[in-house]
């Protein structure tokens, strides 16, 4: 990529968030991330260049040097900080502008700086075998996997109910979603195949921001944040079809939706199962914690026939669970941690430096988190080692992952570039390669903090509130699977 010949006709819009909008190459499989303002900034940027490229660069550094080392270097791509020609970066905001959610407009491109983090585009893989199906990624962001210890929180209902479960209700009472996901993040980590499948379909029926899917770098499937309208998952099943049609299980030659569904559900299951550079693993056990069940989840726990209840210990999974079980403390418990720090960087500011509060994210940083003591000296240096476990923790809790699937051929394939992947052989479907990424692993702010805690008493106090339910129609009614299948079912009776 050459840098001083930018030209934004090379770069489609590709997504954004909060905080920072994506565009991809159209040809090479990069991605830029640049920075986002709230609009009223927009003629009066709230920092400088050198500012945004620190900013930036803080993120490369916290990616590579604390969540790395915490999830693994194979599944982490760190990027790289880019100066850009700023007419290409103007230019390039113009051509964007009318692709953009008009509810992301509120924020503008950051066009002053001419910083942007440059990374590998993880939708569109070029390290595969030229195949008649194009390669699946499927992004889902899991969210929190544990309930917190009941030793920190002030309500019991915490202890019993996760807290996606629990936001679900919140976000449907403030029009956020007009429906509830009843996608249980708990029974995604818990490790056994009846739970994860459980919660994999729910994440199709209803994906909200926690799913979706691309086929040769394109999203065919997702949720439009407030839409009334369901997601189309007869289109995806109509996709998801030609990469599934070796599977026998089938009548009259036709395969049904819901074996296409189901076998979809066990490759990508099965991808997040794998543990790191082989079949297997120790299992971590998870069944004497009490912390693993969330009462608002609608599976059956007497359903559990077989299977362990954890995840391989080189898992992606289990790594990102442990990282967030950085957070031993909560928010209720952190947040006096918090404050003490608050107050002592009022009385002493230069030591806002030696604290790291800002970084640099390097080696000193994540030994000060690793061997942070179990129990308060009282001291600042305890309370500010705290907090960035917390933030870490925060980290994992809203980070993405990106499982990638290529088909094989029918032949075996020894190839040695994909012995870094695990090869998937089911006993339904065809073979796919698989490999995981993470996504979103951004550094969260100090002043993140009392903003969580609000956060935290509203969900908490909207689920009381209500008593756990919700108002009539916001349940999904989930009538594109169920209405696929009953339409086969009649075609498949008609063809006997």
Known sequence: MELDRMDENDWKYHGEGNKSLVVSHVQHCRVLRLLKYPAEDSENPPQTAEQAFRQIQNIVDFTSNVMSCLLGEKFVHSGEVVRL????????SIKIQHQRPAWRCDKVMDIYSGCALCLPNLTSPTLHQPTPTPPLCIEIKPKCGFLPSPKHVSKDIKTRVCRYCMHQHYKVANGKWKRRSLYCPLDLFSGNRQRMHFAIRHLIEEPQNNLKVFKGGQCIYSSKEGSDESPDTNSLLHHLRPYFLRGNNRVNGHMTTKAVLNDFIQVLGNALLSAAGGDGGQVTDRTGEGRSFCEASLFNRERIRHGSQGLPTNNILSRILQTQMLDSLDIEGLYPLYCRVEQHLQDFPKDRTGLQIDGPYDQNFLEKVQKCSMEDDGSV??????????????????????????????????DEDLSS??????????????????LDLDPKPLDSVPRQLRLDQKIVSCYLRTGGTLPNGSLPPLPSILAAEREERAFLFQAV
């Open 381 to 414: 240096e305890y309370a500010a080692a705290k907090v960035h476990q917390y933030r870490i923790a925060m980290t994992a809790k809203d980070c993405s992952i990106m499982v990638t699937l290529v088909p094989s051929g029918e032949e075996e394939d020894d």
């Open 421 to 438: 992947q695990k090869r998937l052989r089911d006993f339904r479907p065809q073979a796919f390669s698989s490999s995981v990424s993470v």
């Open 85 to 92: 020609p700023l007419e290409f970066v103007r230019q390039l």
